[in-house]
């Protein structure tokens, strides 16, 4: 099966910071990946689908890219309410494997 | 507005047996694939199962696999995870969603509130 590493698995920021977090498919997916949001408390939102495709009604500031392997997910200008843990997920074939999760906090 | 709604959720002991309900709402149900993912306390994703919209084609992880068993039912817009011979392990609050695109089973909006479901040793 395919494994889903994502880093940092913590980050600290400041807001107005750019942030990039990284998914890392042990084999290619093509752009087969997926990103989302939990924020604390509440339920999973999609972000990002096929690496870079932002769903609507999310900020502009969230953007992703990638291809085959690796992967980011980029917050341009950190805000206080993007605390969150963010997930990767992959989707090419079963099993859909999720990332490890990033949690983001505010320095 | 589409609305997912899991129920049957609790506490069950080791080897017990559970069966999860998502009504859902605001959507053409039987048109599109759903599926379970959980999250065990403090962790991360756990994708479970999903089914198509037929119910015709299912997909297990393979920590499930043999145990439990999706389902849905169209005229009720209601999908199913019966789960048998539950382990400690299995703790987690499960979630159902809907799969966005047609095909086989891609990514997932919106997510229901989730069920938690506790297995006691």
């Known amino acids: 099966d395919i494994q889903m590493t994502q880093s940092p698995s913590s980050l600290s920021a400041s807001v107005g910071d750019r942030v990039t977090i990284t998914c890392r498919a042990s084999?290619?997916?093509?752009?087969?990946l997926a990103w989302y949001q939990q924020k604390p408390g509440k339920v999973p939102k999609l972000l990002i689908y096929t690496a870079s495709t932002l769903q609507p009604g999310v900020p502009s500031r969230f953007s992703g890219s990638g291809f085959g392997t690796d992967f980011t997910l980029t917050i341009s200008s950190l805000q206080p309410e993007d605390v969150a843990t963010y997930y990767c997920?992959?989707?090419?074939?079963?099993?859909?494997?999720f990332g490890g999760g990033t949690k983001v906090e505010i320095k | 507005e589409v609305q997912l709604v899991e129920s049957g959720g609790g506490l069950v002991h080791y080897g017990g047996s559970l069966r999860l309900s998502c009504e859902a709402s605001g959507f053409a149900f039987s048109n599109f694939a759903m599926t379970w993912v959980r999250q065990a306390p403090g962790k991360g994703l756990e994708w479970v199962s999903s089914l198509s919209g037929t119910g015709g084609s299912t997909y297990y992880a393979d920590s499930v696999k043999g145990r439990f068993t999706i389902s849905r039912d169209n005229s009720k817009n209601t999908l199913y995870l019966q789960m048998h011979s539950l382990r400690p392990e299995d703790t987690a609050v499960y979630y159902c969603?809907?799969?966005?695109?047609?095909?086989?089973?891609?990514?997932?909006?919106?997510w229901g509130q989730g069920t938690l479901v506790t297995v006691s040793s």
């Open positions: 969603a809907k799969v966005v695109m047609p095909g086989p089973p891609n990514w997932f909006d919106p």
């Open positions: 084999q290619g997916i093509s752009n087969y």
């Open positions: 997920q992959k989707y090419n074939s079963v099993p859909l494997t």
